[in-house]
């Protein structure tokens, strides 16, 4: 599959040959959700915490007698039935994150990639280089009509480029092994250097 390649100023730059094992597929919304979920889980802190009853500052005296004043044995003002007591079974430290096979998230990867190309979402660049100008950068986006654009690079990203677009609201610079099928969703626009096609295709082939 043929796909025109432009340059940051809006001129053309010949046509690249995307693999339909990678471009070409059919997307899947529950393999998508899969990988979706998988990748935010992970990044959950799940540093929530709540005090237990062996945790909360109470004195450890008896709060009442035992016998004679009508009311419950109760023996600790600690007790979860108390205001400001302990919390019983409340929130812990732990991780989120669940597994997720090798093979599941590969082709999520290359299915985010697919639906950017079928509706049309995909633009590939020749390369995505830049004086370290926001300004200009700002400029040649603006004419490019992108408003929320994830731009993946080769290996490396060029470090010019990515300091213009550090300040650019909307504009996310990413080298290809930080590819990832949430930060593809989330863009209206995916843009991909030459050199970024070839590395992910060799990543997932």
């Not at 001129?11 to 990988?35: K, M, N, Q």
């Not at 007591?85 to 994150?97: Q, W």
């Not at 370290?132 to 470090?159: F, M, P, Y």
């Amino acid at each position: 599959m043929k796909l025109d390649v432009i340059k940051l100023d809006g001129g053309t730059a010949g046509s690249v040959d995307l693999g339909d094992d990678v471009f070409g597929l059919e997307p899947r919304a529950d393999i998508l959700h899969r990988v979706v979920r998988w990748q935010r889980n992970k990044a959950q802190a799940g540093t929530h915490k709540v005090k237990t009853r062996s945790e909360v500052s109470y004195s450890t005296k008896k709060i009442y007698r035992q016998k004679g004043t009508g009311g419950a044995r109760h023996g600790s003002r600690k007790a979860p039935i108390f205001r400001k007591g302990g919390i019983y079974k409340g929130p812990t430290p732990r991780s989120h994150g669940h597994d997720l096979p090798k093979k599941v998230r590969a082709l999520g990867l290359k299915l985010a990639l697919s639906a950017k190309l079928k509706d049309g979402s995909l633009v590939i660049i020749d390369t995505a280089n830049s004086n370290g100008k926001t300004s200009e950068l700002a400029r040649q986006v603006k004419d490019l009509g992108w408003k929320r654009a994830l731009v993946i690079d080769g290996a490396e990203v060029n470090q010019d480029f990515a300091r213009a677009a550090a300040n650019i609201d909307g504009l996310d610079v990413l080298p290809s092994m930080g590819a990832n099928v949430y930060d593809i969703l989330k863009k209206d626009t995916l843009v991909l250097t030459k050199a970024g096609v070839e590395a992910l295709e060799a990543r997932l082939k």
